[in-house]
Nanobody, 124 residues
Framework: QVQLVESGGGLVQAGGSLRLSCAAS????????MAWFRQAPGKDGEFVGS????????SYADSVKGRFTIARDNAKNTVYLQMNSLKVGDTAVYYC?????????????????WGQGTLVTVSP
């Protein structure tokens, strides 16, 4: 049974940093493209970024490019989202997602497994 568990969310002031982690189990991690999505209160879900199976390639939404970095450790079955220069508009529940044998994608329908999410709140 595939399980994705996010952690690292919390309350931070604008301009601050947080690092989210997503620990995966029940799957061959290196076979999965990983991604982060987020959903702000009252808004639709939004692609944040994704990383290839090897970790050699990444893609980001324009809204976070230059501020957020995705990395993965295949030995630890974990993907990370380093968030710097946080803005109030980054407040959302952040979800990690796994897609089997796909390339980098911003399409949520390409990802078959999802975590429960972790809340990030950025205060002014």
């Amino acid at each position: 049974q595939v399980q994705l568990v996010e952690s690292g969310g919390g309350l931070v002031q604008a301009g601050g940093s947080l690092r989210l982690s997503c620990a995966a189990s029940g799957l061959i991690f290196e076979n999965y493209t990983m991604a982060w999505f987020r959903q702000a209160p009252g808004k639709d879900g939004e692609f944040v970024g994704s990383i290839t199976r090897s970790g050699g390639g990444t893609s980001y939404a324009d809204s976070v490019k230059g501020r957020f970095t995705i990395a993965r450790d295949n030995a630890k079955n974990t993907v990370y989202l380093q968030m710097n220069s946080l803005k109030v508009g980054d407040t959302a529940v952040y979800y990690c997602a796994a897609g089997l044998a796909i390339g980098i994608s911003s399409n949520r329908f390409d990802y078959t497994n999802w975590g429960q999410g972790t809340l990030v709140t950025v205060s002014p």
